[in-house]
């Protein structure tokens, strides 16, 4: 296929958009486009620098016979804030409270918009680092643990509150619900992860941590590895979260009667340290 250069770079930055970090040898535009080494090499240089300079992403490119090209989906510092504020500016409507200190923010995580913006940022602290699988727990989180682990270019693990026939043999941990204090359960089929797997855990909301900790308690079951925790929001509350270490992109305070406070999380300082 003999494309003009112009052509090519559009083509060849769908393919990379549409293959995150998965590293594809040179050879392989080489003889797609039916061009020289030199072309393709310039081609590259082309989509890397415009790819860094807009911050979208990044390619790392290789040489040698084992080398290749890999495209790092990324966000830009000031891309990521003006998500964060319209975000904040939507869920600040007091209409949104729920009882139990909760935000509705179901309209949102069925966006596709929203879950694109929310998954690229989440993927981007962790697209460098060797995640195998995302992980979340049914049901508000499955759509954005899907929409980071599309960047991160891994499967998605979803968690079970009762166990399903179709999913066979599995294991499961018996945990507290800190902000319900009731005892619940969680289950993961045998067949979904590996030992030694490499896994972010996602998730839409946090408050006590109890969910995410029986998430990181089932990992050890299957002694898997858990390499980060990332969250849409954490909300506020009275006491000792069962977890501390997390990445949050909003904060929500729902302690007032009336008002609802929404501002950004950790996610800035945790992504863009000077």
């Given at each position: 296929m003999k494309l003009k250069r112009?052509?090519?770079?559009v083509d060849m930055t769908y393919f990379m958009l549409?293959?995150?970090?998965?590293?594809?040898?040179?050879?392989?535009?080489v003889e797609k486009y039916q061009s020289a080494k030199s072309s393709i090499s310039e081609d590259l240089g082309i989509l890397k620098n415009t790819m860094e300079t807009q911050q979208f992403g990044t390619l790392k490119i290789t040489s040698g016979a084992a080398g290749g090209v890999q495209f790092f989906p990324k966000i830009g510092e000031d891309e990521a804030r003006e998500v964060i504020e319209q975000l904040t500016e939507e869920l600040s409507d007091p209409s949104r409270k729920l009882p139990g200190g909760y935000l509705y923010m179901s309209d949102l995580l069925g966006d596709p918009k929203t879950l694109r913006n929310v998954g690229r940022m989440l993927a981007n602290e962790y697209v460098d680092s060797d995640v195998q699988a995302v992980m979340t727990v049914e049901t508000k989180g499955i759509p954005l643990?899907?929409?980071?682990?599309?960047?991160?270019?891994?499967?998605f693990?979803?968690?079970?509150h009762d166990a399903r026939i179709t999913e066979g043999s599995t294991i499961s941990v018996n945990y507290v619900s800190r902000s319900s204090e009731q005892i619940k359960k969680m289950e993961l089929s045998k067949r979904?992860?590996?030992?030694?797997?490499?896994?972010?855990?996602?998730?839409?909301?946090?408050?006590?941590?109890?969910?995410?900790?029986?998430?990181?308690?089932?990992?050890?079951?299957?002694?898997?590895n858990m390499i980060g925790i990332s969250v849409l929001a954490e909300g506020n509350y009275n006491g000792d979260r069962a977890i501390d270490n997390f990445t949050s992109i909003l904060k929500v305070n729902t302690a007032s009667a009336n008002d609802v406070s929404v501002s950004g999380g950790n996610y800035l300082e945790r992504n863009f340290k000077k």
């Open positions: 112009s052509e090519r770079l549409n293959h995150p970090r998965q590293l594809v040898a040179a050879r392989y535009f643990a899907q929409a980071v682990a599309n960047y991160l270019d891994v499967p693990i979803i968690v079970r979904s992860l590996q030992k030694d797997t490499n896994v972010l855990i996602v998730d839409d909301f946090l408050k006590g941590g109890g969910t995410i900790q029986a998430m990181t308690d089932l990992l050890k079951e299957f002694e898997a």
